[in-house]
């Protein structure tokens, strides 16, 4: 991590940040200077916490919403929480997701219609939304995390990478559309990615995927939440409707 305060004065909105890859662009955005609202729906308690311990390490003015992104209603109101605490909102992280592997004839509605909505139209309704904000100042980076199976596939995960090709497609229209005033907008997808799912696969599985990888070891949160920072800061300004894979060379 560089010392040069690259986020400085910047207002970033990190969806799903309380733990995994989320958590690791919460506080990255924070050591860079960025003032970080950062979201989760498990635990009002653990996004409290997360805030605080934001403003004590690092300085800046970090805020917690606790908010479920499957609901329209709790993200219109985040982004009243934002507009009231700091009147603008420079980077949007769209990080929230869940995983449920399944094979394609068993499958439940239940989870089709759960996984799309937190995965997908989240997504488009928090970008929708963002944009509104970003146009005022005729600049933002909207930075939406995908995944190698939304570009690659895999077995049993029809709807998981269903919702994140979703996640894709709307990055690059997006993009062309909010280019002319000045938003950009860039998907990153991860590959096998050290976070509290992984933790808990089985052995055999885990062996599995980690031996798919070109790179030999699994990857860090912080792998993707530098490849988020470069995203959300000037390093980036010519770079949007793009899909950046952080995924060590991961042939599935």
């Known amino acids: 991590m560089t010392s040069s305060l690259t986020l400085r004065g910047r207002v970033a909105y990190v969806t799903g940040s309380t733990r995994g890859i989320g958590n690791a662009i919460a506080r990255s955005f924070a050591a860079e200077g960025a003032a970080v609202v950062v979201n989760g729906r498990s635990s009002e308690a653990a996004v409290?916490?997360?805030a605080e311990e934001l403003r004590r390490e690092h300085g800046t003015e970090c805020i917690g919403i606790w908010a479920d992104q499957r609901d329209p209603e709790a993200i219109k109101a985040a982004y009243r929480r934002i507009v009231e605490a700091y009147g603008r909102l420079d980077v949007l992280v769209n990080n929230a997701g869940i995983l449920d592997d399944a094979l394609l004839g068993m499958i439940p509605e239940s989870t089709i219609?759960?996984?799309?909505?937190?995965?997908?139209l989240a997504v488009l309704r928090n970008m929708q939304t963002a944009a509104r904000l970003m146009r005022r100042r005729g600049a933002g980076s909207i930075i939406n995390i995908a995944s190698i199976i939304g570009v690659m596939g895999n077995p049993g995960e029809?709807?998981?990478?269903?919702?994140?090709?979703?996640?894709?497609?709307?990055?690059?229209?997006a993009a062309k559309e909010l280019a002319p005033i000045g938003i950009r907008v860039n998907a990153i997808a991860p590959g096998f990615i050290d976070t509290d799912l992984t933790r808990s696969m089985p052995t055999a599985k885990f062996d599995e995927r980690l031996a798919s990888v070109g790179m030999g070891r699994i990857g860090r949160p912080q792998d993707v939440a530098n490849v988020?920072?470069?995203?959300?800061?000037?390093?980036s300004s010519y770079v949007t409707g793009q899909v950046i894979g952080v995924d060590g060379s991961m042939v599935i």
């Open 113 to 120: 219609l759960e996984t799309f909505e937190t995965n997908a």
């Open 228 to 235: 988020a920072l470069f995203l959300a800061s000037d390093m």
């Open 158 to 173: 029809a709807v998981y990478g269903g919702s994140k090709a979703a996640v894709i497609g709307m990055t690059k229209s």
């Open 48 to 50: 409290a916490a997360l």
